[in-house]
């Protein structure tokens, strides 16, 4: 069968010079979460030059580009633009020196650890090898460049800003993540594909005192420990066997002197769960494993657990993805072309598609150098391999670049094809 998108990706090695150098520029200017201005702006210089209708400011930052092309379906692709307050170790010559400031008024170093910029740079040139070629499809094209994906506010903001209001329903939301793996390679799956998220902080009341002295203090350290260490057993105990969790506490801050017994402690948590039903029951087990331990320390206040952020669990539509994936296997040989459990990561991509009540489908692409990803398949050594959000993470940009436009391009065109 032929293959719809070959027409519209004739021009992509042509394009492809100057897409490895927007995304080495992009790379090199990492912007924080709600910051995204400079990588806006060169988002919405592109589509303009293109011919697309272009919104910018859409909650705060986001851009969205509409290019319509006579009667047909609407499809949506989105990227997200910010990066994380990490220094960047990879190593490569267009490395992010870069610092920020962040929400809290502090300077941060800040990097693309994630790869946000090489989601920026495919949808990129998505969109203009779209408006170079129109005569290969028909229908409307929304190109949606997305802030706050780290911080898990910019689809929401996008949405309290009328994206649903101000622009065409689409009948498939359509997104990808760079992630470790053969570069050259694309995965994904029907149903749940990434999980939902829950982040936590736990501020814990005692009684300070001098250190020496610690029958006077009702110690929030200890007490804190105890959390800690009572929490690993939910997954371990409460969870079964054939479900999914995770239970992750990466800050705990108690005191500034050693001699000295503090008044509180703080815990920072976050969950990971790919079932309702699994997600209520580990919070609830959180909240009565806090409460149980400061009422066995005596503690004088009953903890503060506040939501610091969530993300929902995204789900791909059974028959968007079986289209999705039936595009993907005419447009690269089988080998590239991979089936994939969940991933414990998380997204608020799938925010487009639940609350709009459109199919979604959400795939990964590698940008591991195949050779690197080989040795360490081979050795038992894939946990090794700098994952996402490492200071050392840099997806190799050959072919990543080219697979992952490639895989949009197929993907949307399951639905525009004329």
Same mark, same amino acid.
């Given at each position: ?162 994206? *649903? ?14 992630? !470790? ?23 814990? *009341? ?28 939910? !997954?371990?105990?409460? !969870? ?120 979604? !489908?959400?795939? *990964? ?54």
């Amino acid at each position: 069968m032929t293959d719809p998108s070959n027409s519209l990706l004739a021009n992509l090695p042509g394009l492809l010079p100057k897409l490895e150098a927007l995304y080495k520029d992009v790379h090199a200017h990492p912007e924080l979460s709600m910051q995204e201005n400079r990588t806006a702006d060169i988002a919405a210089k592109h589509l303009r030059g293109n011919g697309y209708e272009v919104t910018t400011g859409l909650g705060k930052t986001g851009v969205v580009g509409l290019l319509r092309n006579g009667e047909g379906s609407t499809v949506m692709l989105r990227a997200d633009m910010d990066a994380l307050p990490v220094k960047e170790a990879s190593g490569v010559g267009y490395a992010s020196t870069v610092t920020a400031t962040d929400a809290e008024g502090n300077t941060t170093p800040v990097a693309h650890a994630c790869g946000h910029d090489m989601h920026v740079a495919w949808l990129i040139g998505v969109a203009a090898l779209f408006a170079q070629q129109r005569e290969s499809w028909r229908g409307t094209l929304m190109v949606v460049f997305q802030p706050g994906e780290e911080t898990a506010q910019g689809a929401q903001a996008m949405i309290d800003d009328g994206l *649903f209001k101000r622009f065409p329903k689409p009948d498939v939301v359509l997104g990808q993540h760079v992630m !470790v793996g053969p570069s050259g390679t694309v995965a994904g799956s029907a149903g749940p594909i990434t999980s939902a998220a829950d982040s936590l902080q736990i501020r814990l *009341f005692g009684r300070g005192a001098h250190g020496s002295m610690p029958q006077a203090s009702i110690d929030p350290v200890v007490m804190a420990a105890a959390v800690v260490l009572r929490l690993q057993t939910i !997954v371990s105990r409460e !969870v079964a066997a054939t479900d999914a969790a995770v239970v992750t506490v990466g800050v705990l801050q108690a005191g500034t002197k050693e001699n000295v017994i503090p008044d509180e402690a703080i815990i920072k948590l976050n969950v990971r769960t790919f079932d309702e039903g699994v997600r209520r029951h580990v919070l609830a087990a959180i909240e009565r494993i806090v409460n149980a331990e400061a009422q066995a320390s005596g503690a004088p206040r009953v903890p503060e657990i506040t939501q610091l952020d969530r993300y929902p669990l995204n789900i791909n539509d059974k028959q968007a993805s079986d289209r999705v994936a039936e595009a993907l296997r005419r447009h690269f040989p089988a080998d590239r072309v991979r089936h994939t459990g969940p991933a414990p990561a998380s997204e608020d991509f799938g925010c487009f598609g639940s609350e709009w009540n459109a199919p979604s !489908v959400y795939w *990964f692409v590698g940008g591991t150098d195949p050779e690197i990803y080989a040795k360490a398949k081979a050795a038992g050594q894939i946990n090794d391999l700098p994952v996402n959000h490492s200071p050392l993470f840099a997806p190799v940009i050959h072919p990543t670049l080219q697979t992952g436009i490639e895989a949009m391009v197929a993907g949307a065109m399951a639905w525009l094809a004329k």
